[in-house]
């Protein structure tokens, strides 16, 4: 059952995640780049791994 979960995700997840990158780039990065470096990598880190941490938590409730 997770298998069926878990290929559609990873080959919808590919294009996604690209245009996903690029809204982050062009919204969420200049929007925190006026703070402290570690901070800001910190926020920009959190949207990108958002995304995966509620496939895997789908992923997880459904196996």
């Known amino acids: ?3 069926l979960l878990i290929i559609p995700g990873a080959v919808a997840a590919i294009p996604l995640s690209i ?4 809204w982050i780039g062009r919204r969420v990065a200049p929007r925190v780049a006026w703070l402290p470096i570690p901070v800001g ?3 920009v880190a959190g949207w ?6 509620a496939l895997l938590g789908i ?4 196996a």
């Open 1 to 3: 059952m997770a298998l």
């Open 59 to 62: 992923v997880w409730l459904m």
């Open 19 to 22: 245009f996903y990158y690029l």
């Open 48 to 53: 990108v791994v958002a995304p995966w941490l």
């Open 41 to 43: 990598m910190t926020v």
